[in-house]
């Protein structure tokens, strides 16, 4: 069975400084990876999507992918009150399996 | 454009009711999802539309019945619901369930109560 994990938190970081957001992931053929962020209320937004081991970097946001050790993470540089969201990561492609979310609290 | 609009934002229906969820694209895109959210819970997808014909279905109860009129649209039909159908029901679309072309937008939901 596909499983994607995440950290629940809270995880409250201060403004301006790096939040960093993991995840792992159980099935080793997962190719594609998609960061979503959710205000509370409302439907998941996509923030960056990824497919090849290494760094994407869009803006303030900068995704890592690591195959071999089935581990992706975001890095949101510059955290500003307004990323104060649970940040869901996915995986899949022909339906996506997300993990539990990861709450976000930026403290200005 | 990535947008996906889903009709009506919400919902209240009796266990008794028959209603119909509604989910529209014009992105041209091939594959649209239906999902089932929970409060604090991560969307659990229910239903996969591939070129119009359903490809996966998550073991849901046939009292969710879904639909692909056509390419740009996407139903869900609800009939003798439960009170724990309760949730966020949120569709979704992408260019096709392949490798390279899934990344996946989400429409706003549909808010529904079942009392």
């Known amino acids: 069975q596909k499983e994607v994990e995440q950290n629940s938190g809270p995880l409250s970081v201060p403004e301006g400084a790096i939040a960093s957001l993991n995840c792992t992931y159980s099935?080793?053929?997962?190719?594609?990876f998609f960061w979503y962020r959710q205000y509370s209320g409302k439907s998941p937004e996509l923030i960056m999507s990824?497919?090849?081991?290494g760094d994407k970097e869009d803006g303030r946001f900068t995704a890592q992918l690591n195959k071999a050790s089935q581990y992706v993470s975001l890095l949101i540089r510059d955290s500003q009150p307004s990323d104060s969201a649970t940040y869901l990561c996915?995986?899949?492609?022909?339906?996506?399996?997300f993990g539990k979310g990861t709450h976000l609290i930026i403290q200005p | 454009d990535t947008e996906v609009t889903q009709t009506p934002k919400h919902l209240v229906m009796g266990m008794t009711n028959k209603k119909s969820l509604k989910c529209e694209q014009h992105?041209?895109?091939?594959?649209m999802y239906w999902y089932k959210q929970k409060a604090k819970k991560p969307p659990e997808l229910m239903f996969v539309?591939?070129?119009?014909?359903?490809?996966i279905n998550e073991s849901v109860p046939s009292r969710f019945s879904p639909e692909c009129p056509n390419s740009s649209l996407l139903n869900l039909h609800l009939h003798a619901l439960q009170p724990e159908d309760s949730a966020l029901y949120l569709c979704?679309?992408?260019?096709?369930?392949?490798?390279?072309?899934?990344?996946?937008?989400f429409g706003p939901g549909t808010r529904l109560l079942v009392l």
């Open positions: 992105m041209g895109h091939r594959a």
């Open positions: 990824i497919y090849s081991n």
């Open positions: 099935d080793r053929g997962s190719q594609s």
């Open positions: 996915a995986s899949g492609s022909d339906g996506l399996t």
């Open positions: 979704a679309s992408s260019r096709a369930p392949l490798a390279g072309q899934e990344t996946q937008y």
């Open positions: 539309y591939s070129y119009e014909k359903l490809s």
